[in-house]
């Protein structure tokens, strides 16, 4: 756990936008940088489905963050200039309340009994950060992937708190293909005879289930082009296909395997599940009945939208389609579009590539 | 079972590509049409992974086969001019002897112990069967998907029976993303506690890991832009989402279930893992120690490579590099590319597209 986590601790029910109520929850976020008097300087992330807040080193911990080269004095999120506030987000298991928490009103952890989440409600969990720290209008919005998704929710049930906004390899709603995805990576969990309809025990994991969903998040979260020069048919070691059908032969078999153990014990089976679905849930469209009224309602000055080319889980057109909403609705947008071979991950495994625009973009807002 | 399944029963034993050996095996197959007198007028279809040799119907077998628009009298196969046999592939369940068949040194079924099955051997298996018939040279040979991989293994190992060559959605050899699908599809069928390391009782299969693993094939088979245009973010039923999270919401979620449940006892898991696992390990450089090295032992007159752009499993880049290797070899190639939204499996799916095509290249041959 990161030594810079801080907890906004809700008090009362926390409505949901699906219908369901949590009491007292807590958002986990950190922070960067100084919020100056003003308190004009903020910028809000939001992150993918898997990360915690901690997206950067701080002087509290100095182990590194998953957007570390990102964030930072004089990096291009720069820490000098913009008071930087990264939340986990809720219904997730690093420290903001979610599946893997403990109800006030039974005391014990909520597992299946979690109510339906919405990645609405993830960004009024951002929304109760900034409000805490009095920010009534954030410099920049930012959100990569699932991040970006709950940026629009913020943008449209938040209608007019941020000057600006950054969408990275995100959708106004998910794609045929990725909702497939997805529920697969669900059923495969549910599949697990660990999984016990949710009530798991904490210390005997659905792990199978939860390693081959990873392989499955890995297969979208890159390239086959990536793979391709990555791996191409390498063999972990000559002679190994002899007669044992369980044996991993090539190279990229080992990969998936060496980085789906990486993420066992990592992230709650229930929160994950309660993520992706929001994820699936999630359409721009329920806020006014279309995706060009939505757009409506959301007041940012300048946008950029950075799409990666060879992404298959948002895939490109999506980025297009952010860009010509915002573009028919009058608003100042950009498009970057970007060749990095590892697909959807590029924000993250190519950042070289994603720091001068996104450098460019907050300088300009 | 088509009452069109004839089976050649080969005595003694079988040596197989990578060192094991099968006693008398069986190889299942149909044919359509009548060979000439010459015995010059034969066609030789090997399957994909998963289908039997009942490609069409005929007088015997009145049921539908899984090429039928493509086979018969007339048809873009002209069963009027060609004696077409398809066989069932080796290792596979319907008829050929794989790992679901009684081993006659055991009288028990083969299962975990079926040996280290090759596409090599499937071509093989094709090969028996013409020689049965006393088919010295075939006019065509022809491989869609697994079975183009198996055309290209008889085309190095039984150098110079055949004319001609006609390869659809293939490869030289897997690339490093199909490996990775197939690899996790087989993780899946092994991970559900009824696979009992193959040695699952008949009575008690372990479907969940079946019908996980189809439609992650499912998903590699079709396109995203197949999905996104036939499925959009459609809903199973308004309001359905409320507080299940093990309900399907979307229509792509209730087609891959639809679909995978079909899927579910009609193919045996071990053989789905021989097959699955043959076409990784196969690479058409093991003959010769280079691609280039195995084009001088393909010794067809005239090939045509059919590729699609929009496969996944099989990627068009694939085609391009079997037309290439051809073309250098100084063979008479010829690509065609189509743009079916299917995907992969657009040969199955799109044949409209197809028959043009193939009709053309059969009646040049």
Same mark, same amino acid.
């Given at each position: ?279 699936? +849930? !999630?359409?721009? %469209?329920?806020?006014?009945? &279309? #995706? ?8 940012? /000055?300048?946008? =950029? ?19 010509? +909403? !915002?573009?028919? %609705?009058?608003?100042?947008? &950009? #498009? ?8 959807? /991950?590029?924000? =993250? ?17």
């Amino acid at each position: 756990m990161s030594k810079a986590r801080k907890y906004l601790n809700i008090r009362g029910n926390f409505d949901l936008y699906r219908g369901g109520k949590l009491q007292d929850p807590s958002i986990a976020y950190e922070t960067w940088g100084s919020l100056n008097q003003e308190k004009t300087n903020a910028i809000l992330i939001f992150t993918g489905l898997s990360p915690s807040a901690h997206a950067a080193s701080s002087p509290d911990d100095s182990s590194a963050g998953w957007w570390e080269d990102m964030i930072g004095p004089d990096h291009a999120i720069d820490t000098n200039k913009f008071f930087v506030i990264c939340v986990n987000s809720l219904g997730s298991c690093f420290g903001s309340t979610g599946a893997n928490s403990i109800n006030p009103s039974t005391g014990k952890k909520y597992k299946s009994t979690f109510p339906v989440l919405s990645l609405e409600d993830v960004a009024k969990g951002g929304y109760e950060v900034i409000k805490y720290h009095g920010i009534s209008k954030l410099a920049c919005l930012i959100g990569p992937s699932m991040g970006g998704m709950t940026a629009l929710a913020f943008e449209v049930v938040f209608s007019g708190l941020t000057k600006s906004c950054l969408l990275i390899s995100t959708c106004a709603r998910a794609a045929s293909m990725s909702i497939a995805i997805r529920s697969i990576q669900r059923e495969i969990i549910r599949s697990d005879p660990n999984w016990k309809a949710g009530e798991y025990d904490d210390k005997n994991l659905p792990i199978s289930g939860i390693r081959l969903a990873r392989k499955i998040g890995m297969l979208s979260y890159r390239s086959s082009f990536e793979f391709q020069k990555r791996f191409g048919r390498e063999r972990v070691s000559i002679g190994h296909e002899s007669d044992d059908l369980l044996s991993l032969d090539f190279e990229v078999e080992s990969y998936l395997d060496y980085h789906a153990r990486q993420f066992i014990g990592q992230f709650d089976p229930n929160c994950y599940l309660s993520l992706s679905r929001a994820s699936d +849930l !999630f359409d721009l %469209a329920d806020h006014g009945g &279309s #995706l060009e009224a939505a757009m409506n309602l959301i007041r940012s /000055d300048k946008i =950029l939208v950075i799409g990666v080319r060879k992404d298959q889980l948002f895939p490109y057109w999506q980025q297009e389609e952010l860009y010509n +909403l !915002f573009k028919e %609705a009058g608003k100042e947008v &950009s #498009l970057i579009t970007l060749d990095c071979k590892q697909g959807h /991950d590029s924000f =993250l495994a190519s950042m070289d590539d994603f720091r001068p625009p996104i450098a460019k973009f907050l300088s300009s807002i």
